[in-house]
């Protein structure tokens, strides 16, 4: 069975809350990413996500100098390292998110995967496959 340590990516890049969101979209746009964390003081603490940018800021009509922090996701799903690539795929067809931030035991950001991350040669990740099928559906 494939832990999420066996598919996750390393290369995972947190955002202070302080940046802005101007910051947070260019770094979304260089990674080729739609999710990032938002960290303080070695910890999660949200997320941020370019919907929030579109739907929190853009669509208020606030600044590209908005800091993350006010218009982020509070509160961030996550899974252990440890974690099947099941219990991630479940996790993210439930909460309806393509990027999962993953933790260490001790609770510290150690990698993140995506949906691509699960398009691994495996009889056990195809369930896992066809629950996140479901995300890429419109609704």
Do not use: C
């Not at 390393?10 to 969101?21: E, F």
């Not at 910890?43 to 908005?66: C, F, L």
């Not at 990698?111 to 495996?122: C, M, P, R």
């Amino acid at each position: 069975m494939h832990t999420l340590k066996d598919v996750m990516s390393r290369n995972v890049q947190v955002i202070s809350p302080d940046a802005t969101m101007k910051e947070a979209a260019k770094q979304m746009r260089d990674g080729d990413f739609g999710m990032m964390p938002v960290g303080e003081n070695d910890r999660m603490i949200g997320a941020i996500s370019d919907r929030d940018i579109a739907i929190r800021a853009i669509a208020d009509g606030k600044d590209t100098n908005t800091k993350v922090r006010d218009i982020m996701s509070e509160g961030i799903v996550w899974a252990y390292e440890n974690d099947s690539v099941e219990d991630a795929a479940r996790i993210m067809s439930d909460h309806q998110i393509r990027r999962l931030p993953i933790v260490n035991a001790d609770k510290r950001l150690v990698g993140i995967v995506a949906l691509g991350d699960f398009a691994v040669e495996s009889a056990d990740i195809r369930p896992a496959g066809e629950a996140l099928s479901e995300i890429s559906k419109p609704a």
